[in-house]
């Protein structure tokens, strides 16, 4: 079974000038954790995740050696997040993401995921954009395999 026999290719994907309010929007109201960043021709150049967005508001970690972790005023770092709104992806993203390929056996996929403990990763080829894969397509895709007998 390869990856793109349990890929999602009805992806929403977002631009390096998004802004962080849009994505924000998009991961609280629907439960979007992670979203493929593309350029005009559907190339891939970066992911953006909830974590990446959260990671913004964590004290730097000069400050905390300067001033001690005792120090920061951690309200007042959340109260920072609408500033952090106001970024673009571009500015938070994780560049150059790790991907897969959709012909790509879809076990070896799940062993990058795991290693790299991603939960979901986005499927390309040659850089384009296919679609992403998560950790619930590849069970389902064995679960279906195996009820159904196609695995035989």
């Known amino acids: 079974m390869q990856v793109k026999d349990a890929m999602s290719t009805n992806t929403r994907t977002v631009q390096p000038e998004t802004k962080i309010l849009e994505v924000a929007s998009l991961m609280c109201l629907y439960r ?30 000069e400050d905390m050696i300067a001033h001690g972790m005792a120090t920061v005023d951690l309200d007042r770092e959340m109260g920072r ?17 790790v991907a897969v390929d959709p012909q790509m056996h879809l076990l070896r996929a799940t062993t990058v995921m795991v290693r790299h403990n991603f939960r979901r990763i986005p499927v390309a080829t040659e850089g384009k954009l296919e679609g992403m894969l998560t950790l619930g397509d590849v069970h389902k895709a064995i679960y279906l395999a195996n009820i159904t007998g196609a695995l035989k």
């Open 32 to 61: 979007f954790h992670g979203l493929p960043v593309v350029d005009d021709d559907g190339m891939l150049v970066g992911v953006i995740t909830e974590k990446d967005v959260l990671h913004s508001l964590f004290p730097k970690i």
């Open 81 to 97: 997040y609408s500033e952090v709104l106001e970024q673009s992806v571009g500015d938070l993203m994780t560049s150059n993401p």
